[in-house]
């Protein structure tokens, strides 16, 4: 039987992932903002919304033995575009906030789920070349989707706010019934082009066995590695990305907020220029060229220069914090150079994860390493709104810079064969 070209399904599987994503993380932060709240409300409400993240190893067996990974996926991808609609319905009545806050860990759920389907899938379907090729294509549409949702996304909401002149609350609206409708489209075209892996395999298990592979796949994963290089990934998983989980909102909100705020005062569709244009440009660069020094010369030779793209691009914000440009160019360049070293070193993460997963329980081993990562993105930015608040950006910013070395630290102890990622013979 002919394989289907990956290029088919692997850039709408994956903005189906990011999409959801980047409406909980961010897109609900600048809705959140525009309704009122504070910076320590927004980032201590939006962080708990990465619970589901962090607990989806708990049921990421059930996905693996339960059904096929194709078969969640859609699932997932219907029940999605249900929560978008909830969001939608819910922001004009007396409730709002509980009831935007319900949806929105519905939807969080349901997004957790579809990516240890989609990850599955992902690893079922693609050999061990083509899973590290198509890796930097994967993050580029991924973040094309976070790039959408932090920049055209956004942007229409402005407009509909100035063209309809209208409560604020209607017009996100709007914007979600629209977002509910892209996901019953996504969900109808993934419906036909997703293929059939032969190794994807319906599966009859009882609640006994359920619960034995959960066991398993958890005692098989921390028995990868002897303790103490355990220990190490562990930390690398947490920590790799810990001056992006303090920077995440604090940057959505730096942009946006008045200038007597301490913010740039970007208006919607500033932000959507800045964000959705010039940085999805340095985004597609940095991501696809990561995938391909990777995948030519392996992830132990490009380990180091990743770090650094992912790290010290962050001056940006200590800049913008002082200069305060009113040149949006200006600011679009800093998020340009920002963006660029971002797709390089979340190559890096996403190779890792791959790279200690192999085996058995490839899905749930990488929904446990992602569980542990966004626990790392999860508890940072739970505080960085008070800290923030606490010491005004510009010093928030230079902080950031200083936690940076946690990054360098925990990926000085890691382990990675030479080998990997490179082309077999």
């Not at 992932?17 to 909980?24: A, L």
């Not at 569980?371 to 510009?394: A, C, E, F, Q, V």
Request: proline content about 4%; charged content about 10%.
């Amino acid at each position: 039987m002919k394989k289907r070209n990956p290029w088919a399904w692997i850039p709408t599987l994956y903005l189906s992932e990011g999409f959801p994503n980047v409406i909980v993380m961010t897109v609900a932060v600048t809705m959140y903002m525009q309704l009122g709240m504070s910076d320590t409300e927004i980032a201590l409400y939006t962080s708990w919304l990465s619970l589901p993240w962090v607990i989806k190893p708990l049921w990421s067996p059930f996905v693996d033995l339960f059904k096929t990974k194709r078969w969640w996926v859609l699932a997932m991808q219907l029940l999605l575009g249900a929560s978008l609609g909830g969001v939608a319905f819910t922001l004009n009545a007396n409730f709002w906030f509980q009831g935007s806050m319900f949806f929105f860990f519905m939807m969080a759920f349901s997004s957790a789920t579809h990516d240890i389907a989609a990850d599955g899938y992902y690893m079922l379907e693609l050999d061990n070349h083509q899973q590290t090729f198509f890796v930097g294509i994967r993050n580029t549409f991924y973040r094309i989707a976070v790039i959408l949702g932090t920049g055209p996304l956004i942007a229409a909401a402005g407009m509909l706010q100035v063209l309809l002149r209208t409560k604020v609350a209607y017009t996100w609206s709007l914007v979600f019934y629209g977002l509910a409708g892209l996901f019953l489209a996504l969900w109808l075209y993934h419906s036909f082009i997703l293929p059939h892996p032969i190794a994807d395999r319906k599966q009859k298990v009882n609640a006994q066995e359920i619960m034995v592979g959960i066991g398993k796949s958890f005692s098989t994963f921390f028995k990868k590695f002897p303790v103490k290089q355990m220990l190490f990934v562990i930390l690398f998983l947490l920590f790799y990305r810990f001056p992006e989980a303090m920077l995440t909102k604090m940057t959505t909100t730096f942009l946006q907020r008045p200038s007597t705020e301490g913010g740039l005062a970007l208006a919607p569709q500033e932000f959507g220029l800045a964000y959705g244009t010039v940085g999805l440009i340095g985004l597609l660069l940095g991501g696809i060229v990561g995938g391909m020094l990777a995948s030519r010369d392996g992830l132990k030779r490009w380990l180091w220069p990743f770090v650094i793209a992912l790290t010290l691009p962050d001056l940006v914000y200590v800049y913008l914090s002082y200069a305060m440009p009113d040149n949006l160019w200006i600011i679009s360049f800093c998020l340009f150079i920002e963006q660029f070293g971002y797709g390089l070193g979340f190559t890096a993460l996403t190779l890792y994860m791959l790279y200690i997963c192999q085996g058995e329980f490839k899905t749930s081993h990488y929904a446990i390493c992602t569980g542990i990562s966004y626990l790392g993105l999860m508890l940072p930015g739970m505080i960085s709104g008070w800290l923030k608040d606490t010491i005004g950006y510009r010093a928030f910013f230079i902080v950031v810079m200083f936690l940076c070395a946690i990054t360098f630290i925990v990926t000085a102890f890691v382990k990675i064969d030479p080998t990997f990622g490179t082309k077999e013979e």
